[in-house]
């Protein structure tokens, strides 16, 4: 499984869906659009998980193809691969400011990746529950419209995921009226980030044997 990070909370993950013979597909979390101040993701796109409906997560036009689009909770099987959605809310205040959001799992080669949006809020025992046994656990860390770095960690340590990689803070041309955090206050907090960052990364089951809450800070090309 490939993994490669566009900024903000949108990656593209390209994966061998169950069955022998199938080709590889294309799945897009949380396309933006041009006012986060970042290249839009592009491409052609099998697949596209959309945690919410704000433009700076749902900007599937910008993709090529014609994706299946998975944008409110329930259990997918699209693909050939798994997906589980998991309603959850954009502040702390049940939705009353933000909205709701969907958490998302996918389940491919094995692997369990759970994309978390933009989660405003603690999560409950239900959902901690549901997203038990995840390899790779992609979590906001900016804090003001999101979990910011702080409870990120505790998120994080609930959840005990091989691998973190810590989405939606304030990278070098996000755009200014975006009031995020980069992604210091989380890093201190959680005290093991890496110092290179990487754009893409290549994951295995059998890579991830013996790692315990791995952080891999993420970076455009």
Do not use: W
Request: proline fraction near 5%.
């Amino acid at each position: 499984m490939n993994i490669q990070y566009y900024g903000h909370s949108c990656f593209k993950i390209t994966t061998k869906p169950a069955g022998r013979g199938k080709e590889d597909i294309a799945i897009f979390f949380d396309p933006f659009d041009k006012s986060v101040g970042l290249r839009p993701p592009q491409g052609q796109a099998d697949l596209v998980l959309v945690s919410h409906a704000h433009h700076d997560h749902n900007n599937v036009e910008a993709l090529k193809g014609e994706p299946y689009v998975i944008d409110i909770p329930g259990e997918y099987s699209a693909k050939g691969v798994n997906v589980i959605g998991i309603p959850s809310f954009h502040d702390e205040k049940n939705g009353a400011e933000h909205g709701i959001n969907t958490i998302y799992i996918l389940e491919s080669e094995d692997l369990r990746i759970c994309h978390l949006g933009d989660l405003g809020t603690d999560l409950s025992e239900n959902q901690l529950e549901k997203i038990n046994g995840i390899d790779v656990l992609m979590i906001p860390i900016g804090g003001n419209y999101t979990i910011d770095g702080k409870k990120a960690v505790e998120i994080a340590k609930k959840i005990e995921p091989k691998i973190i990689i810590p989405i939606h803070y304030k990278m070098k041309d996000t755009a200014s009226d975006i009031k995020i955090d980069d992604e210091k206050k989380f890093c201190s907090e959680i005290g093991n980030c890496p110092r290179e960052k990487v754009s893409k990364i290549n994951i295995k089951k059998k890579d991830l044997e013996g790692k315990e809450m791995e952080v891999i800070v993420m970076d455009i090309e």
